[in-house]
Antibody
Framework: EIQLQESGPGLVKPSQSLSLTCSVT?????????WSWIRKFPGNKMEWMGY???????NYNPSLKSRISITRDTSKNQFFLQLNSVTTEDTATYYC??????????WGQGVMVTVSS | DVVMTQTPVSLSVSLGGQVSISCRSS???????????LSWYLQKPGQSPQLLIY???NRFSGISDRFSGSGSGTDFTLKISRVEPDDLGVYYC?????????FGGGTKLELK
């Protein structure tokens, strides 16, 4: 069974960087699919942030393009999110998810990140 | 960006009843390859979102046939029949036709 698990700090100070890890079991991230980060803000709005493909290419939401980086460690079957220069508006629950051609079929349980001094 | 508009924002239903949720996109979701990449997700309380329907009307593995999706172009509907307690939560539509991929604002399904 495919499982995704996010980890990382739950509190980040404004202007610092947010760093999260998604650990994948049950599927090798270099075998196929795109591996995405999605966030849900307080109040239900959801935003796709970007992905790293099975081949290592990346694609980011233009709204975040200057601040976001998604990388991976294939030896650990993990991929990572780094979001720079965070503000309180980046407070959200962050999910990693697998995306095929059409949809996000497997999601992690999410990690709540608060940006506050 | 493609804007996804869901209505209603919230919905009350009796157990065993039927409900419909509408999702409209600001642009056609028909991809150049002829497919329409509209999906539906349910986020139950305390859980992560789960995929219900993909490509407008295809149920994901293990999803009950009480859930059905329909629509085309810019207008889509999710119908839930014989509502059960486990169906409660927030429903989202999402489009994967055009970058950046976007989601609707959510419809909260509650018990009457």
């Amino acid at each position: 069974e495919i499982q995704l698990q996010e980890s990382g700090p739950g509190l980040v100070k404004p202007s610092q960087s947010l760093s999260l890890t998604c650990s994948v079991t049950g599927y090798t991230i270099t075998s196929g699919y795109d591996w995405s980060w999605i966030r849900k803000f307080p109040g239900n709005k959801m935003e796709w942030m970007g992905y790293i493909s099975y081949s290592g290419s990346t694609n980011y939401n233009p709204s975040l393009k200057s601040r976001i980086s998604i990388t991976r460690d294939t030896s650990k079957n993990q991929f990572f999110l780094q979001l720079n220069s965070v503000t309180t508006e980046d407070t959200a629950t962050y999910y990693c998810a697998r995306k095929g051609i059409t949809c996000f079929d497997y999601w992690g349980q999410g990690v709540m990140v608060t940006v506050s001094s | 960006d493609v804007v996804m508009t869901q209505t209603p924002v919230s919905l009350s239903v009796s157990l065993g009843g039927q409900v419909s949720i509408s999702c409209r996109s600001s642009q056609s979701l028909v991809h150049n390859n002829g497919n329409t990449y509209l999906s539906w997700y349910l986020q139950k309380p305390g859980q992560s979102p789960q995929l219900l329907i993909y490509k407008v009307s295809n149920r994901f593995s293990g999803i009950s046939d009480r859930f059905s999706g329909s629509g085309s172009g810019t207008d889509f509907t999710l119908k839930i029949s014989r509502v059960e307690p486990d169906d409660l939560g927030v429903y989202y539509c999402g489009q994967g036709t055009q970058y950046p991929w976007t989601f609707g604002g959510g419809t909260k399904l509650e018990l009457k």
